[in-house]
């Protein structure tokens, strides 16, 4: 028996099985949709607000403010709702709509602007005002610890250690730092595959960041591969996984299971875990599964 904030984590692993092309490895999904704010993105929410909590960063009457796609933004929202924190997220116009109504009904005020590159530029303006905290997923160690001290651990667990291969959109790149950092220190072995957009590509959750924008918690040396994803690459494994596997995720997802099964076609042998970042009701007032 808990609050919401104890159901975040432990989430389980999925075989795919009519979409894996080599019957000598195994790919499993980690179905980050099962946190209750419906993406892997509680799990650094949770980890960033709770530690400024208790550094004393985040008292009674400030006010968080973030920049986001989507997913951070829900979470944040959700946890700032627990512990009765007034919050601001900033998000691109082109945003779903669902995400926004989300947000809202968590109690978020939520302001659409352009980019998210000019998102990232007012919530950085904003967040020096007195009475604001940045959160600032971007650079915030707190990010990818949630993940050294969750994710990871979980993924070695119950795999009964034998993962070979870690696979993981990058965005903030929280989720490929962390799980990095955890899974090379048990297995230095352990090959971790980064999944970023073709330079025409457009592809929710994931970017291709120009070189002012990239993450500051990013180390490429913690990254074994990087592996290009397109658009309708992704769009179509999503659709694929959905109808074939029973997984309803993004278009992120869709793209980090491309790569698993590339990835796959080249192994003897091995177990691929991959990260499904979030679930599909996200994406439903777009064309991703019309």
């Not at 604001?132 to 667990?157: C, M, R, V």
Request: aromatic share 6%; glycine share 8%.
């Amino acid at each position: 028996m808990g609050n919401i904030v104890d159901a975040v984590g432990n989430t389980p692993l999925a075989e795919i099985q009519k979409l894996n092309p080599n019957p000598a490895v195994k790919i499993f999904a980690k179905l980050e949709g099962n946190n209750p704010g419906g993406s892997v993105k509680d799990r650094a929410a949770l980890n960033m607000i709770r530690s400024a909590i208790k550094r004393g960063e985040v008292t009674n009457g400030t006010k968080l403010i973030e920049a986001t796609s989507g997913n951070t933004g829900i979470a944040l929202a959700m946890i700032a709702s627990i512990y009765g924190i007034e919050i601001e997220l900033v998000m691109p116009a082109s945003s779903t709509r669902e995400r926004t109504l989300t947000m809202e009904a968590f109690g978020a005020k939520v302001t659409l602007l352009e980019s998210i590159e000019v998102c990232r530029d007012y919530a950085e303006e904003k967040g020096v005002q007195p009475g604001y905290f940045l959160l600032n997923q971007f650079a915030n160690p707190d990010n990818y610890l949630a993940h050294y001290k969750s994710t990871g651990p979980e993924i070695w667990k119950d795999t009964d250690h034998k993962i070979t291969h870690f696979v993981s959109a990058m965005g903030t790149t929280g989720s490929i730092m962390g799980n990095s950092m955890f899974l090379k220190e048990v297995n230095p072995e352990i090959q971790i595959v980064g999944c970023q957009p073709t330079e025409e590509s457009s592809i929710p959750g994931i970017r291709r960041w120009p070189e002012a924008y990239l993450p500051k918690i990013f180390d490429a040396s913690r990254v074994d591969r990087v592996m290009d994803v397109s658009q309708k690459d992704a769009t179509a494994m999503a659709r694929r996984m959905a109808r074939e596997e029973g997984i309803f995720a993004g278009m992120s997802s869709g793209g980090a299971l491309a790569c698993a099964i590339k990835l796959a076609e080249e192994l003897e042998s091995g177990l691929i875990v991959f990260i499904a970042c979030d679930r599909g009701d996200r994406y439903l007032s777009s064309d991703l599964f019309g």
